[in-house]
Nanobody, 123 residues
Framework: QVPPVESGGGSAQAGGSLRLSCVAS????????MSWYRQAPGKEREFLAL???????YYADSVKGRFTISRDGPANTVYLQMDSLTPEDTAMYYC?????????????????WGQGTQVTVSS
């Protein structure tokens, strides 16, 4: 399956934690970044964190210090550990994989989105 597949969403209490997973099963020989975004009802999709496929990570200021992105390269899986959750973290969370001209021979140059996984945080 080309688009990544998210899992791990659900419900949590404020102050609690959840860990999301995203598996990318296609183009496993390519170098590509994997990112997390979220979209709350009535709001635009928001960037959260990125793993560049090698060893660099980037975070939005809104989640820095609370969320941690990690990647299991051989499993082509990226995780988003979310701690100190608040009701404002309630949203649909999406995984994105991005391939570029530097991804390697035979690799696409495009972006894929997963279907999303819902996270609901109650107070």
């Amino acid at each position: 399956q080309v688009p990544p597949v998210e899992s791990g969403g659900g419900s949590a209490q404020a102050g609690g934690s959840l860990r999301l997973s995203c598996v990318a099963s296609a183009y496993t020989s390519c170098i590509y970044s994997m990112s997390w975004y979220r979209q709350a009802p009535g709001k635009e999709r928001e960037f959260l964190a990125l793993h560049d496929g090698i060893n660099r990570t980037y975070y939005a200021d809104s989640v820095k210090g609370r969320f941690t992105i990690s990647r299991d390269g051989p499993a082509n899986t990226v995780y988003l550990q979310m701690d100190s959750l608040t009701p404002e973290d309630t949203a649909m969370y999406y995984c994105q994989t991005t391939f570029t001209s530097g991804s390697g021979p035979g690799c696409p140059k495009t972006t894929y989105w997963g279907q999303g996984t819902q996270v609901t945080v109650s107070s």
